[in-house]
């Protein structure tokens, strides 16, 4: 059965004129969508420019267009941002006029501001943070610092303290030290008692703020033996019946001091065998005078009467 739109009489609706030559313009330059808004070549196009070096010079130019445009956008954006930069560099209104310290000890706020007085007045955007970072560092009793820009023109520091740990006593000098044996130069005097380890007849010890006093070539093997102790005894929730009074480091090693009682511990391994033992030994039979309980060797107590007495 034929469809009545192909019978012989039947009237077809017609293309306007203007619509066909639209239709053959653009056959003619070779320009057809390709559905995502964008115009493509056809190959009836590209057969003419291989023929015609007028379309083919006009198609170079057409491809060349966005990338142009694009490099002269990225290159004009370069330039804005590095011409706003280098003005920036010289801008009054970024020169640091506030320093805000956050969470900074009460002992570390003048070293560290006498530190950051030298960025008063520089450009924000110039300033070294690694370089001023460091110089706060360099105060003993720093363990760590860090330095953030605040726009347009502050600064805030943090200060991580070293926390005093040990007073080490010698013949003529005194360092107070914290847990990894750096000397501080800065102590609260408010702050509970310290531990306290002396050397035998005062022996000298000669060092620095922000050394290391474990470094000193006599004493520093000892002073990490004691430095274990003390570590233990903080840990040991009263394992001694008795209290010590401080800790001495003498020919024997480290030797714990209480009242009317020595107790010659040499190092910190096996600790809680060696305290043990003398435990049971107090527990059994407590010394009735000054004595010393050489505790070096666990099954094998000695105990001596003491010459003189303790501090």
Same mark, same amino acid.
């Given at each position: ?5 192909f ?5 077809? $609706? ?6 066909? &030559? %639209? /239709?053959r ?7 057809? &969508?390709? !559905?995502?808004? =964008?115009?493509?070549? &056809?190959?009836? =196009?590209?057969?003419?420019?291989? +023929? ?5 010079r006009? !198609?170079?130019?057409h ?10 956008? #990225? ?14 560099? *010289?801008?009054?209104?970024? %020169?640091?006029q ?11 706020i ?5 530190r ?7 450009n924000?955007?110039?300033? +070294?943070?690694?370089?001023l ?10 363990? %760590? ?10 600064l ?7 926390? $005093?740990k040990?007073? #080490?006593? !010698? ?5 107070v030290?914290? @847990? ?8 609260d005097?408010? /702050? %509970? ?8 007849? !005062? ?5 620095? $703020?922000?050394?290391?006093? *474990?470094?000193?070539? #006599?004493?520093? @093997? ?7 102790? #003390? ?6 929730? @009263?394992?001694?019946?008795?209290t010590? +009074? ?5 020919? *024997? ?5 209480a ?10 391994? +096996? ?8 435990r ?7 010394? *009735?005078? $000054? &004595? ?20």
């Amino acid at each position: 059965m034929v469809k009545a739109q192909f019978r012989r009489g039947h009237a077809t $609706p017609r293309r306007s004129r203007r619509a066909g &030559s %639209s /239709r053959r313009r653009r056959h003619r330059l070779g320009a057809t &969508s390709s !559905g995502s808004g =964008f115009k493509i070549m &056809s190959p009836q =196009f590209m057969r003419r420019v291989k +023929n015609r070096p007028a379309l083919r010079r006009r !198609g170079y130019l057409h491809a060349m267009i966005r990338p142009l445009v694009v490099a002269g956008v #990225v290159a004009a954006l370069l330039y804005g941002a590095q011409y706003g930069y280098q003005q920036a560099l *010289t801008s009054p209104a970024l %020169s640091i006029q506030s320093v805000r310290l956050h969470q900074v000890p009460n002992m570390l706020i003048e070293p560290v501001r006498a530190r950051l007085q030298p960025a008063y007045g520089q450009n924000l955007l110039a300033l +070294n943070l690694v370089a001023l970072r460091e110089s706060i560092e360099e105060l003993p009793a720093v363990r %760590s610092a860090a330095v953030r820009r605040v726009l347009p023109s502050g600064l805030v520091v943090s200060v991580a303290a070293r926390e $005093p740990k040990v007073r #080490v006593v !010698g013949e003529r000098t005194s360092y107070v030290i914290d @847990g990894q044996s750096v000397v501080l130069d800065t102590f609260d005097r408010r /702050r %509970s008692r310290l531990p306290e380890i002396r050397l035998l007849d !005062g022996g000298t010890l000669q060092s620095e $703020p922000g050394q290391r006093l *474990t470094q000193d070539p #006599v004493h520093g @093997g000892g002073l990490v033996a004691a430095l274990a102790v #003390v570590d233990w005894l903080a840990q040991s929730d @009263g394992a001694l019946p008795k209290t010590v +009074n401080h800790v001495r480091i003498d020919d *024997t090693g480290v030797v714990l001091v209480a009242a009317r009682l020595e107790i010659i511990v040499g190092d910190a391994r +096996n600790m809680d065998s060696k305290i043990a033992a003398v435990r049971s030994l107090l527990h059994a039979s407590p010394p *009735t005078e $000054p &004595s010393t309980i050489d505790a070096r060797y666990t099954d094998m107590l000695v105990v001596r009467a003491l010459l003189r007495e303790t501090e």
